[in-house]
């Protein structure tokens, strides 16, 4: 009988919270929906990205993933890492990421998919 209440809970809760896939975007319409800020730090094992993602939108987001690309010396892409950024969120809200990558001479940090996030439909 507990295991049924809390099942019952469980699925009360859930049902308020819905998502919706994400069309695609151009980069110019991302980056009026979110900014990144991040550094890059050396590390023995590589570098470190870290930084925030910023949502700029009325409607929350999540399922955030971020494509960091190196750039060598001449400005060319010489590898892409992707990485998660946890959880959801909020409109005018920021979340933490960060991620390893190779060493490169700088980097370039876009969202590459997320979804909307409804909330209480």
Same mark, same amino acid.
């Given at each position: ?6 099942? @019952?809970?469980? +699925?009360? @809760?859930?049902? /308020?919270? #819905? #998502? ?10 991302? +980056?009026? &929906? ?11 094992? /590589?570098?470190?990205?870290? $930084?925030? &993602? ?7 987001? /999540?399922?955030? &993933? ?20 946890? $959880? ?20 370039? &940090?876009?969202?590459? #998919? ?5 909330? $209480?439909?």
């Amino acid at each position: 009988m507990r295991s049924l209440i809390l099942a @019952l809970g469980i +699925a009360v @809760l859930l049902s /308020g919270h #819905s #998502s919706a896939l994400a069309e695609p975007y151009a980069q110019d319409t991302l +980056a009026r &929906v979110f900014r990144i800020e991040f550094q890059a730090a050396p590390t023995l094992k /590589g570098t470190t990205i870290d $930084g925030y &993602v910023y949502n700029r939108d009325l409607r929350a987001t /999540g399922r955030i &993933v971020l494509r960091i690309d190196q750039v060598d010396a001449s400005g060319r892409s010489a590898g892409t890492t992707t990485t998660w950024v946890l $959880g959801v969120v909020a409109s005018g809200n920021r979340a933490y990421f960060v991620a390893r990558v190779p060493n490169a001479s700088s980097y370039r &940090v876009q969202v590459e #998919s997320f979804e909307w996030i409804r909330c $209480g439909d």
